[in-house]
């Protein structure tokens, strides 16, 4: 908790992980996320090591710089850069998750976009009555205009010129639907570090279809995509013209009139619109001026559409008595759902007893505590996904439509159909639940092995399953396909060939055996030096195995032989070091001028000095030294007594052999940071960390 300067209250440090960011400054409006796993955070240091992060203030934050956290046991994140006073870094900015980011992704993708057609684009984050900056993104050109909203801060507005474009969470209603038609709607999805930007339209009574930005374009109507013609074509609206004043309104002719009346009666019945189709049978009585045939067909239309008139007045009466039975019953789920399906079907011309009983149970809904209501909105929330999943079993059960057996490929879309059918419950067919019911039963049975046998060998067979004949291809057996062609033949039809192979096989190694117990008779056993004798031959002496030899186990390094307190005692005969001074670096083993090691020369030096060995080793020193190539050395001189541990001077050294070396220790080959110094500008260098490693190999060997 720290005092926010110019705000006059206390802010709260917020915990959440930073996900998003903006490149080289805080006023940037080009985004960036950060990948969550280790292993790609890596790769994204590597792109961007000449790049700084900034906590921009377009996605609400303080405008301060950020670096990248990398964890292996939870998300890699960007954090602020620490306080110079050692507090916490205090950020007021709200939304820090993945989709944070996302209108400066639709600014950068409209952008885009539009220049690639020629168009300049201006885009703006109106914020309405303290909304949070980025609810709202409005993108302006010269022909158009859209308001992109990505939450419900803002409610949309649908005449004011400027075509709303909704997010996945914005709600719209069954009206709006039916006025405008259709309505675009918008999403993003994560790919690496970027958001890419997809364009749905949804209409009433279909799903909303997806599409790529770029398969989208800008016409007379606004917004376009591949689906957006053929539902204007289904509602058989004309395509919209400028209006002149003096310019007649131009009248389609009864013929076409007449066939656009049908089809908005067909459509009409479709969305159970009994308003509507009220409107087109008033409309096809009062037309004029249309062939017999054709007017004979308008008045069966009108015939049909009264009856179902009735049949809807039925319906709505008995929506309107379980409305009144369940509120006298006190059922509040089921009151709940009648209620959303009279302001779906009946929101319109209610007779007086309809909007008493439909008021009542808006008083008895809204009288209930919130405990109640909250389990009706949880149950509310079961059924709801139940519903989903009864969608999502019957998607399955098209694709596996062309498949009567169970195998390894088809596991996770069985294994989907059985989890979504666990959820839908009752809410599927009987037929959808016997389909269900007969891959439930072949997933216990496992799955089918696949046979691989040449077609021109099983075509010459005939199936046992679905009974082809030679000559002919295997077909489904099983509703709802049976008769359709199968894509491979069935195992059943493959495994006559497998079997008849396998005993042919098995034949051929009985009468091999036979053959061979014929014409070699069985012979007493010798010993097995006499059989290798055999072998041989009289011009050939039998191999002998060798024992083999121990291998020698290797000797240590010198540096290793030598105790650390003796390395510098002597002087170094190769680079003239004087005793308690380091080797110069003459082999360029490391970064530095002085060597981390002392010479092989000078450490040999140590071990045969007369203060170390024995007699045994001075025998074996010439011959080491013969060995080695190194010249004979002057006689050793004889050691200094040991002063005690606190009159010796510091002896200058570079580290140990004997433990791990650290990046911080070792000199930067990038930027040449000496040690125990960090690097600049942006944290230690990968090459400094790699170096580390890499001489604490060679320390080791």
């Not at 205090?90 to 690639?116: F, I, K, Q």
């Not at 209603?173 to 993003?188: A, E, N």
Request: hydrophobic residues 35%.
């Amino acid at each position: 908790m720290s005092w926010q300067d110019g705000m006059g209250e206390f802010v709260r440090a917020d915990k959440r992980r930073i996900q998003t960011a903006v490149l080289g400054s805080a006023d940037s409006d080009e985004p960036l996320m950060l990948p969550m796993e280790a292993i790609e955070l890596d790769a994204f240091r590597h792109a961007h090591e000449h790049d700084t992060f900034w906590c921009g203030t377009l996605l609400g934050g303080c405008g301060g710089q950020l670096t990248t956290k990398l964890y292996t046991d939870r998300a890699c994140h960007f954090a602020h850069h620490p306080d110079p006073d050692g507090l916490p870094h205090v950020c007021g900015r709200r939304a820090r998750g993945v989709d944070s980011a996302d209108h400066l992704y639709v600014r950068s993708a409209a952008a885009a976009w539009l220049a690639s057609r020629g168009e300049q684009v201006s885009c703006e984050y109106p914020r309405h009555d303290g909304t949070p900056l980025g609810s709202v993104v409005d993108v302006r050109w010269r022909h158009g205009a859209l308001r992109v909203h990505l939450d419900q801060a803002v409610a949309p507005v649908w005449d004011n010129g400027m075509e709303p474009v909704l997010g996945t969470m914005v709600p719209v209603d069954r009206d709006t639907l039916i006025r405008r038609w259709y309505v675009h709607r918008i999403r993003l999805e994560s790919e690496g570090t970027a958001r890419r930007v997809r364009i749905g339209t949804e209409a009433f009574a279909r799903p909303t279809e997806w599409f790529a930005l770029d398969e989208c374009e800008m016409t007379e109507r606004g917004l376009s995509t591949p689906v957006v013609e053929e539902i204007v074509r289904a509602r058989n609206a004309p395509r919209p013209s400028l209006w002149s004043p003096g310019k007649a309104k131009r009248v389609p002719e009864p013929e076409a009139r007449a066939q656009a009346l049908l089809r908005r009666l067909v459509y009409a019945r479709r969305i159970e619109s009994a308003v509507l189709a009220k409107q087109v049978c008033g409309e096809i009585e009062d037309l004029t001026g249309v062939e017999r045939e054709l007017q004979e067909q308008l008045e069966a239309a009108v015939r049909h559409a009264r009856v179902w008139l009735v049949e809807q007045n039925e319906a709505r009466r008995r929506l309107f008595d379980n409305l009144k039975k369940a509120v006298a019953e006190q059922r509040p789920g089921r009151v709940r759902r009648l209620l959303l399906r009279v302001n779906g079907t009946a929101a319109e011309d209610r007779t007086e007893a309809e909007a008493v009983v439909y008021e009542r149970a808006t008083k008895y809904f809204e009288s209930l505590d919130d405990l109640t209501r909250d389990a009706v909105e949880a149950e509310a929330a079961t059924e709801k996904e139940a519903r989903k999943a009864a969608a999502r079993v019957r998607s399955a059960l098209q694709g596996l439509r062309r498949y009567d057996a169970y195998t390894s490929a088809l596991r996770p879309q069985v294994e989907g159909l059985l989890r979504s059918a666990t959820l839908a419950g009752e809410l599927l067919k009987p037929g959808e639940a016997r389909r269900v019911e007969v891959w439930k039963n072949r997933v216990a049975e496992g799955p089918q092995a696949p046979l691989h046998v040449a077609r021109r060998y099983w075509i010459q067979r005939g199936c046992p399953r679905c009974h082809a004949d030679q000559g002919v291809n295997c077909v489904l057996v099983e509703e709802p396909d049976s008769g359709k062609v199968r894509k491979d033949p069935h195992n059943e039809r493959l495994q006559l060939i497998v079997d008849e192979r396998k005993a042919e096989q098995k034949k051929a190694r009985q009468l091999k055996k036979a053959r061979q117990e014929v014409v070699s008779p069985a012979e007493p056993m010798k010993p097995a030096v006499e059989e290798r004798e055999r072998e041989a031959g009289p011009g050939r002496p039998a191999r002998e195995r060798r024992p083999k030899k121990p291998r020698k186990k290797a000797e240590p390094r010198l540096h290793h032989q030598v105790p650390r307190r003796d390395w510098y005692r002597m002087v170094c005969p190769r680079c003239h070091a004087g005793p308690g001074k380091l080797c110069d670096n003459d082999d360029r083993v490391g970064p530095a001028e002085k060597r981390q090691l002392p010479h092989d020369e000078r450490l040999r030096r140590v071990l045969q000095s007369d203060d170390r060995v024995g007699p045994a080793e001075k025998r074996q020193a010439p011959r080491d030294e013969r060995l080695h190539r190194v010249p004979q050395l002057a006689p050793a001189e004889p050691r200094p007594p040991r002063r005690r541990r606190g009159d010796r001077e510091v002896q200058e050294a570079a580290g140990s052999a004997a433990r791990t070396w650290h990046a911080a220790e070792v000199t930067c080959p990038k930027c040449q940071a000496a040690p125990n110094t960090p690097c600049t500008p942006n944290g230690m260098h990968h090459k400094r960390v790699e170096w580390a490693r890499e001489f604490t190999r060679r320390l080791w060997g």
